[in-house]
C-alpha cells in the first residue's frame, strides 16, 4: 500500500495493530479522522489519553475501574456470598448484560496457557484463593469458556479451594464447547447462570 503522506502512514500503521483491524480498515477508519472536524479527533485522543492513564483495576475483583473500588463492588445490593470467577472485563459486561447475576465476580485476567506461558502465578488465582478463605464466600460459580484452557484453570482453581467449605458450581453447557462467553448471546448466557450445575458434576461430563 502506498502513501503520499509519512504522517499518514504512520497514523495507519498504529491503527492497524489494533485486533481485527486490517490495513484497509484502518486507512479508512484514519481518513474518516481526516474528514472530521479538528476538535472530534481532539476528543477522541484525550479519551484515549484518559483511558490509558487514569483507568484502574478495582482492588476487590480486579475488574476495570474508575475507582479504588469498581460500581458492582460498591453496591450494597448485590450478594458478596456469590462470587463468579471470570477471565476478563469482556465476561463481566457479558454477564451483567444479562440481568441474571447479582452477586460479586473475580476477574482473573486471563487463563492457565502453558502454550503462552500463563501459569497459576500470573492470574488473580492466590488472591481468590485468600479471599475464599476468609470465609465470606459462600458459592463460587467458575464462568470461564468452554475451552480446554479454561477447564484447566477451573480445575486448577478446585483443586486450590476444595478443602474449603463452600458450595462450587459451573455455568450450564448451554455454551457451546470451545466458545467465548463473550460472544453468547444473552438469553443463552443469562440461563447458563441461572441452571448452573454443581462442578464436580461437569468433571464427569
Do not use: W
Not at 27 to 37: D, G, I, N
Not at 115 to 141: D, H, R, T, Y
Not at 177 to 196: C, H, K, M, P, W
Amino acid at each position: 500500500m502506498d502513501f503520499s503522506s509519512k504522517i499518514l502512514e504512520n497514523a495507519v500503521n498504529e491503527v492497524s495493530r489494533l485486533p481485527g483491524i486490517g490495513k484497509r480498515t484502518a486507512l479508512r477508519l484514519v481518513l474518516h479522522l481526516l474528514k472530521q472536524p479538528k476538535e472530534n479527533t481532539a476528543y477522541l485522543s484525550e479519551a484515549l489519553l484518559h483511558l490509558r492513564n487514569d483507568v484502574k483495576n478495582c482492588e476487590k475483583c480486579f475488574n476495570i475501574s474508575d475507582t479504588d473500588l469498581c460500581d458492582i463492588c460498591n453496591n450494597v445490593k448485590r450478594n458478596p456470598e456469590i462470587v463468579c470467577v471470570v477471565e476478563d472485563i469482556r465476561d463481566v459486561m457479558a454477564i451483567e448484560g444479562t440481568s441474571q447475576f447479582n452477586g460479586l465476580y473475580h476477574v482473573l485476567g486471563g487463563k492457565i496457557s502453558p502454550i503462552e506461558g500463563i501459569g497459576p502465578q500470573n492470574l488473580q488465582i492466590e488472591s481468590l484463593v485468600k479471599k475464599i478463605a476468609e470465609g465470606e464466600i459462600k458459592e463460587l460459580i467458575f464462568a470461564l469458556s468452554s475451552t480446554m484452557e479454561g477447564d484447566t484453570t477451573n480445575f486448577y482453581i478446585y483443586k486450590q479451594i476444595e478443602k474449603f467449605e463452600i458450595i462450587t458450581s459451573t455455568i450450564a453447557r448451554g455454551i457451546a464447547v470451545g466458545d467465548e462467553l463473550e460472544f453468547a448471546d444473552e438469553v443463552t448466557l443469562g440461563r447458563s447462570i441461572v441452571n448452573r450445575i454443581p462442578f464436580t458434576q461437569s468433571l464427569r461430563a
